[in-house]
């Protein structure tokens, strides 16, 4: 593989936006502009993943508030999907409802129990505007359903209920991140 096709290879690792930042909680604007900037966003974002050891990431993890993922990440049967999609929509799920542990970039060191859909299909666009049809099963599948949610403004933790929202939340308070963020925000 030439050096240059490696994704990732000419970004920037941007700064993560974490648990409390609003452009997480905001749903993300359709990408319009099919131009050099968004190939440097995707660019950017594959930086960033696999700067920060990740399987997924949505452009509003590094503030851009557009509908953009990327992916690495493994199915079950350890197939590795590699890829991103623009304007996605999550067009199918199926399967059974499998409950099993997620985490997120935006909230380092946690993660929960939560239910997804064991099969799923993302149709949308690369960045240079072809359209693509990406199916994912088990953990792939997870991710996918996981980084449409992040382009909605939802993260796992919307998904929970119960005790196990309880929890995470409990423990995002007292995140050695979290407070960081909070004294920088001038808050005690
Ligand atoms: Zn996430």
Known sequence: MRHGSIPGARGRVRPLTLFG?????????????FGPALSRLVEDMFATMYAA????????????????FVYDCPDDEDVRHLGHVVNPRLVETGGVVVRGPEGCLSLPGLEAGTE????????????TGEPVTVRGTGFFARCLQHEC??????????????????????????????RAAREDAGES
């Open 21 to 33: 930042d609003p452009v997480l909680g905001a749903p993300c604007a359709e990408v319009t502009d």
């Open 149 to 178: 949610d992040h382009l909605q403004g939802r993260l796992y933790v919307d998904r929970l209920t119960g005790w196990r929202r309880r929890r995470v939340l409990r423990r995002a308070a007292r995140a050695p991140w979290n």
């Open 53 to 68: 050891r990740g399987v997924g990431l949505a452009a509003n993890q590094v503030g851009e508030s557009l509908r953009v």
């Open 116 to 127: 997804r859909y064991d099969e799923a299909v993302v149709e949308g666009f690369t960045a």
